[in-house]
């Protein structure tokens, strides 16, 4: 099993899924900075003078991230973002859930979001599980 999640293929596939989920987020959300703008601020957890400033930095911070990915350019440091990006926004989401809020989770900007509940949470955990997967199966390829 350990030689299976060590393929560079495998790592490849992972990496390029992961980015694109990314890539095809932050673009969705910078060309409708507006909509991202108040799905952050559905969440109530933010002061408002920080919701516009999130809303136009997040979505580029994804698509860089994302591109890294796919092209593995600075590999390590591109997925400990996405898996403390992927992170916060599982726990915005819980937080939500918790809370009772009946809210779209904004992962898609304009392009397709779903309700916060616990299928996105786990769909969330589980890229996150196999985030660390790469994390830690890139650093013993490399070496």
């Known amino acids: 099993m350990k030689n299976f999640l060590q393929n560079k293929y495998l790592l490849f596939i ?12 932050g673009i969705e959300k910078i060309s ?5 703008a108040q799905t952050i601020s559905n969440y109530k957890l933010l002061p408002d ?3 516009n400033f999130s809303a136009v930095i997040l979505p580029w911070i994804e698509l860089v991230c994302g591109f ?4 593995g350019v600075n590999l390590k440091e591109n997925i400990t973002i996405y898996i403390s990006l ?11 859930l918790i809370r009772g809020l009946d809210i779209e989770c904004g992962c898609f900007g304009s392009g397709g979001s779903t ?16 985030a660390c997967f790469v994390l830690i199966f890139h650093k013993q390829n490399s070496k």
């Open 32 to 36: 409708n900075p507006q909509f991202f």
């Open 86 to 96: 992927m992170g916060i926004f599982t726990l915005a989401i819980i937080i939500s």
């Open 14 to 25: 992972i990496r390029f899924f992961l980015g694109f989920l990314f890539v095809y987020a």
């Open 68 to 71: 890294g990915l796919i092209f």
């Open 49 to 51: 003078f920080l919701i």
């Open 115 to 130: 309700k916060v509940g616990i299928i996105k949470i786990l769909e969330n955990a589980g890229t996150i599980v196999v």
